[in-house]
């Protein structure tokens, strides 16, 4: 399948995908994910605005409006309990993903996660730039102030990573995902606390997320000192380079981090970190597209573009790709648990579908 047929049918895809309320399915034939992820759904927006389809895109941020215009009471309580110090547990914070029709997941899978939130933060800004529709941020203003407070207060707070693992820790792509929305908006409004939150949890990531010239996965405050627990590299680390600028992707920090995953992480594609046992490691699509993207930045074109080929060899015959094939994998010994457990990985995954279009895009 060539790329511009691949382009067509990513879009297709996608549309076919989003319900009429606007959610995205993160992959419609995988059970476990029939859901919308603010996280996965902006990516997905963000694609789409590049690929000239910005209906799509707006019919999803209204959706997260719908979804959350409703969550002051909660949120409000929530920063009580925080104000007096008070144990909020894990189950009281707002959810990280939600039926196509809005209604609150209601499963035992972990909840609490930031980075879905300041990514759609970030998307919405970035869409009223591509657009130039400033009016969307007053139609969408109550679900946009409930998660700038909901942000401005529990960013530091641990929970899950981005991959729905780890939630006694603090990661720095989640953190990133806070401070690309808050700067995001900030910045397009001229609101000057969101920008000094932003710089705030930048240096906070500076000061205890690099070890040894890169970033680490996640990190922990043991006796109120921050430090790396998990100080692997994490391919999730590319999205301080781009698109949320944390470091710009020439920073010294930035191209240590990139060496690792290159050296811990590339074969043909991108595998997520070291030691992944979720259907053996396998390589990742979105994250080889996020890959080539930060070398396309970094004006390695040649590099950029053998990462879209390669994703583009994965493509089924209906142009369908997959959230990762089984090459090189870390653990091979568990393949088969996760196949026997739960079928062939994600099929569709729209997530891998939106991140070809975006480094394609990037790539014109």
């Given at each position: 399948m060539d790329r511009d047929q691949l382009t067509a049918n990513c879009i297709s895809i996608i549309k076919l995908n989003q319900h009429p309320r606007?959610?995205?399915?993160?992959?419609?034939?995988?059970?476990?994910?029939?859901?919308?992820?603010?996280?996965?759904?902006t990516f997905i927006a963000y694609a789409m605005d590049q690929s000239h389809q910005s209906e799509s895109a707006e019919q999803f941020y209204r959706w997260v409006h719908r979804v959350l215009k409703d969550k002051r009471s909660t949120v409000d309580m929530l920063i009580g309990k925080h104000e007096r110090k008070e144990w909020i547990d894990r189950g009281e914070f707002l959810g990280t993903?939600?039926?196509?029709?809005?209604?609150?997941?209601?499963?035992?899978?972990?909840?609490?996660?930031?980075?879905?939130?300041?990514?759609?933060?970030w998307g919405l800004a970035e869409h009223v730039r591509a657009t130039g529709d400033h009016s969307l941020l007053q139609e969408l203003r109550e679900s946009i102030e409930i998660t700038v407070d909901y942000l401005m207060t529990f960013w530091h707070y641990p929970?899950?990573?981005?991959?729905?693992?780890?939630?006694?820790?603090?990661?720095?792509?989640?953190?990133?995902?806070?401070?690309?929305?808050?700067?995001?908006?900030?910045?397009?409004?001229?609101?000057?606390?969101?920008?000094?939150?932003?710089?705030?949890?930048?240096?906070?990531?500076?000061?205890?997320?690099?070890?040894?010239?890169?970033?680490?996965?996640?990190?922990?405050?043991?006796?109120?000192?921050?430090?790396?627990?998990?100080?692997?590299?994490d391919a999730s680390l590319l999205w301080l380079g781009v698109p949320f600028g944390v470091?710009?992707?020439t920073d010294p920090i930035m191209q240590q981090t990139v060496q690792a995953i290159e050296h811990d992480l590339k074969h043909g594609g991108i595998q997520r970190y070291p030691a992944d046992r979720y259907y053996g490691g396998g390589e990742w699509?979105?994250?080889?597209?996020?890959?080539?993207?930060?070398?396309?930045?970094?004006?390695?074109?040649?590099?950029?573009?053998?990462?879209?080929?390669?994703?583009?060899?994965?493509?089924d015959p209906l142009g369908r790709l997959p959230e990762q094939v089984?090459?090189?994998l870390r653990n091979p010994a568990v393949y088969e648990e996760w196949l026997s457990k739960w079928g062939e990985p994600a099929l569709p995954l729209l997530w891998s579908q939106a991140m070809f279009l975006v480094l394609s895009n990037k790539l014109n």
């Open positions: 606007g959610g995205y399915a993160a992959s419609p034939l995988f059970t476990h994910y029939t859901y919308s992820w603010l996280r996965d759904g993903r939600y039926h196509l029709d809005g209604r609150e997941d209601q499963s035992e899978w972990g909840h609490f996660q930031l980075d879905g939130y300041g990514t759609w933060l929970n899950f990573d981005c991959w729905e693992e780890f939630p006694d820790y603090v990661h720095p792509a989640t953190l990133a995902c806070v401070y690309g929305g808050l700067k995001a908006l900030g910045e397009l409004e001229q609101r000057q606390p969101l920008l000094e939150r932003a710089e705030q949890i930048r240096q906070f990531i500076l000061e205890h997320a690099v070890k040894e010239g890169r970033l680490v996965k996640s990190i922990q405050c043991v006796n109120e000192v921050w430090q790396p627990v998990l100080p692997d590299v470091l710009k992707p699509l979105l994250l080889t597209a996020w890959y080539g993207w930060l070398k396309a930045e970094t004006g390695d074109r040649d590099e950029a573009m053998r990462c879209l080929e390669w994703i583009i060899s994965k493509a089984a090459d090189n």
